[in-house]
């Protein structure tokens, strides 16, 4: 099944793309699951098993923040257009809206001044005067700034630490029982970079804004298993199993971008043809998910492409073609 873009997995990581990865591809009621290399190289290799945890970055935020508020709209508990000032009155702009931070059309202004110095309290503080730019509704311009203030939102909502959120409203509900937030006790995770102090992260926080708002961060902060992030992907091919709507999974195979000309939907990006578009999201780590309802298909792709540093525009590359043969595969399949 997709021979060629099993191989080229193989190839890239015999390239040193990255040392380890633990991907599933799914084709109705087929599927292949493959684990190859290490989980670690310093300081002293480890295998990879497909026990071992993720941390799968930006996939938080379609796995946990979208879900909870896929669930908010589908009972009205909010409204897709309302203002986000309106739930969360401690954030100051009164122009941006839901549908803006979901499909990253608000033309946030993310710049913090000596951000990386900021305590948790002090972080949050700034992203609450974050302000539009002059492109808001008009262009799509990608950013953690929008989960994070809609992370903010649900604690708001919850009244609850953001992590304890998605673990009632989204692992729990989907058996996702290996999926956790740091801090926690487990031997068999993946390490991410080794900063310029010498010290390798493993079991912390890879993006540097979600390490320092810990619980509350919704842009990153989920370690997971392939074999979780295959529940996941699994209740959306059944269109929802109970946890979404079936409407509200078909819904999201359109452009939810205020002019439906960013090709965005709601938490998702899309790609592929715009009459028959698919579901995708990346994290920074080296994650990505495709999924693609209507056709009963599905590639989930785990590596440790910043084990043990970050050569990011090196790695897109690749992985862009790799998406690519993946496509090409998954549309000859669909002719036969």
């Given amino acids: 099944m997709y021979p060629k873009t099993q191989q080229m997995i193989e190839e890239k990581r015999a390239e040193g793309l990255f040392s380890g990865v633990a991907y599933q591809l799914i084709d109705r009621e087929k ?4 684990v190859l290399g290490w989980a670690a190289t310093l300081p002293e290799k480890e295998a990879l098993t497909f026990d071992h945890l993720f941390d799968v970055a930006s996939l938080t935020k379609v796995v946990c923040t979208t879900s909870v508020l896929l669930r908010l709209l589908e009972t009205k508990q909010m409204k897709l257009d309302q203002t986000l000032h309106t739930y969360l009155p401690a954030f100051l702009d009164e122009r941006i809206t839901i549908r803006h931070l979901l499909t990253h059309t608000s033309d946030i202004q ?4 000596k951000r990386n110095q900021l305590d948790q309290v002090a972080l949050k503080a700034a992203y609450l005067t974050l302000q539009a730019g002059e492109d808001l509704g008009k262009k799509v311009c990608y950013t953690d700034a929008g989960t994070i203030l809609l992370g903010f939102l649900l604690e708001e909502l919850y009244q609850k630490p953001l992590t304890v959120i998605f673990q009632e409203e989204v692992l729990q509900p989907l058996g996702m029982t290996q999926s956790i937030f740091p801090p926690f006790r487990q031997p068999l995770v993946v390490p991410t970079e080794q900063l310029a102090s010498g010290q390798i992260l493993k079991g912390i926080t890879h993006d540097p804004k979600a390490r320092v708002l810990e619980s509350h961060a919704g842009n990153a902060g989920l370690f997971t298993t392939l074999a979780d992030l295959t529940r996941f992907v699994r209740m959306y091919l059944a269109g929802g199993a109970g946890y979404l709507k079936a409407t ?3 819904a999201l195979y359109q452009d939810h971008t205020p002019n439906q000309t960013g ?3 709601l938490g998702w990006d899309l790609r592929g043809a715009k009459e028959q578009p698919i579901l995708f999201h ?3 780590t080296g994650t990505f998910m495709l999924i693609d309802v209507k056709q009963q298909q599905a590639f989930i792709f785990l590596s440790n492409r910043v084990h043990p540093k ?3 525009e090196k790695y897109i590359k690749h992985r862009d073609l790799l998406i690519a ?3 090409a595969e998954k549309s000859t399949a669909n002719m036969i």
């Fill in 325 to 327: 043969t993946y496509l």
């Fill in 263 to 265: 090709f965005r939907s």
């Fill in 110 to 113: 993310t710049w913090i001044e």
């Fill in 31 to 34: 599927e292949t699951q493959q």
């Fill in 248 to 250: 509200t999974i078909s």
């Fill in 282 to 284: 990346t994290g920074y």
């Fill in 310 to 312: 970050d050569e990011r």
